[in-house]
């Protein structure tokens, strides 16, 4: 069974920076897709982010974070991380780590099968 654990969330002022980070434990698959996503008060939930664990490294970005966010993980760790710079109110939301047992990167959040719990965001201006 997949367990993902993410931390790192907090308070920040507009401009600022936060890690978020998902610990993953029960991965048993060979290549899998590991993504942040976020929901705002109010909104759906949006992908933000995804790294997909095959040959290559492939990564994708929603076009609202190009630029300021950056995934990425540690093998070793099992734990991909979120590091978010030039952060703006309206990144404020619960960011949620989730996984998919495929080395494609996909954007819709019926395609993960395993989420952690989420940890909130909030970017104050």
């Known amino acids: 069974q997949v367990h993902l654990v993410e931390s790192g969330g907090g308070l920040v002022q507009a401009g600022g920076s936060l890690r978020l980070s998902c610990a993953a434990s029960g991965l048993t698959f060979s290549r899998y897709t590991m993504a942040w996503f976020r929901q705002a008060p109010g909104k759906e939930r949006e992908f933000v982010a995804a790294?997909?664990?095959?040959?290559?490294?492939?990564?994708d970005y929603a076009d609202s974070v190009k630029g300021r966010f950056t995934i990425s993980k540690v093998y070793a760790k099992n734990t991909v991380y979120l590091q978010m710079t030039s952060l703006k109110p309206e990144d404020t939301a619960v960011y949620y780590c989730?996984?998919?047992?495929?080395?494609?990167?996909?954007?819709?959040?019926?395609?993960?099968?395993?989420w952690g719990q989420g940890t909130q965001v909030t970017v104050s201006s």
């Open positions: 989730a996984t998919r047992s495929s080395g494609e990167i996909r954007v819709l959040d019926h395609e993960y099968e395993n």
């Open positions: 790294l997909a664990w095959s040959a290559g490294a492939n990564t």
